[in-house]
């Protein structure tokens, strides 16, 4: 029984580790304190990994996404039916709001992934989140991928995931009528004042609703 699980546990270990080395660049120290593992053990599986494209070790020691992942990660993105879709939208709601504009849906029952994001032409601006999962809950994409939205049909929230920033956010729907996920506008708040934020949103709603008709939702 022991020699059947111990596969499992080399992948669940080796997943452990790519998940970790998808964000912030990490060496092997942190990588391996992270996932819990000696750091010979951590060194093997990376090594694995960096072997078949999935991480890569950079000049300065750390480890980042590799090639493989990458085109992994582009092929699941176009495969979501809003990811083309939504980029014209993306691009029109940055260029009238003058913030960054994103494109989210449902990671798992907790939590929410950005796949694609039209960035502010402000010096001063939202970072990209492209990739990166937030809460479920506490978020105003989060909000309105739970459609619990205003009369206006969008949510703002501020400082949920970073300081200083208010995000405003509308759900699209699917041909099932389903939420399939929400576009969102991302804004430092010194510069966002309500009225701001009330402008936005119904930005934000105009494009989301266009994108559900486009999706094929009545």
């Known amino acids: 029984m022991a020699e059947s699980l111990a596969?499992?546990?080399?992948?669940?270990?080796?997943?452990?580790?790519?998940a970790a080395a998808v964000g912030q660049p990490s060496?092997?120290?942190?990588?391996?304190?992270?996932?819990?593992?000696?750091?010979?053990?951590?060194?093997?599986?990376?090594?694995?990994?960096?072997?078949?494209?999935?991480?890569?070790?950079?000049?300065?020691?750390?480890?980042?996404?590799?090639?493989?992942?990458?085109?992994?990660?582009?092929?699941?993105?176009?495969?979501?039916?809003?990811?083309?879709?939504a980029g014209p939208h993306l691009t029109a709601l940055s260029e009238a709001t003058g913030e960054t504009a994103s494109l989210g849906v449902r990671a798992d029952r907790q939590g929410v992934v950005y796949l694609r994001q039209s960035a502010s032409p402000r010096t001063v601006r939202a970072e990209s989140w492209v990739g990166r999962s937030i809460p479920l809950r506490g978020t105003a994409i989060g909000a309105a991928l739970r459609g619990d939205v205003g009369a206006e049909g969008f949510a703002v929230v501020s400082a949920a995931v970073e300081p200083d920033v208010t995000a405003i956010a509308a759900p699209f729907r699917d041909h099932s009528e389903a939420i399939a996920g929400a576009l969102s506008i991302t804004a430092p708040t010194y510069r966002t004042s309500?009225?701001?934020?009330?402008?936005?949103?119904?930005?934000?709603?105009?494009?989301?609703?266009?994108?559900?008709?486009?999706?094929?939702?009545?």
């Open 194 to 218: 309500g009225e701001d934020a009330a402008a936005h949103g119904r930005a934000v709603v105009q494009h989301a609703n266009e994108l559900s008709r486009e999706l094929g939702a009545a």
């Open 7 to 18: 596969p499992t546990r080399a992948v669940d270990r080796a997943l452990g580790l790519l």
């Open 27 to 85: 060496t092997l120290t942190e990588l391996a304190r992270g996932a819990e593992l000696a750091p010979s053990t951590a060194s093997r599986l990376l090594g694995a990994l960096q072997r078949h494209g999935f991480v890569r070790r950079g000049d300065d020691g750390r480890f980042r996404s590799g090639p493989q992942l990458v085109r992994i990660a582009a092929a699941t993105l176009r495969a979501e039916p809003a990811y083309e879709l």
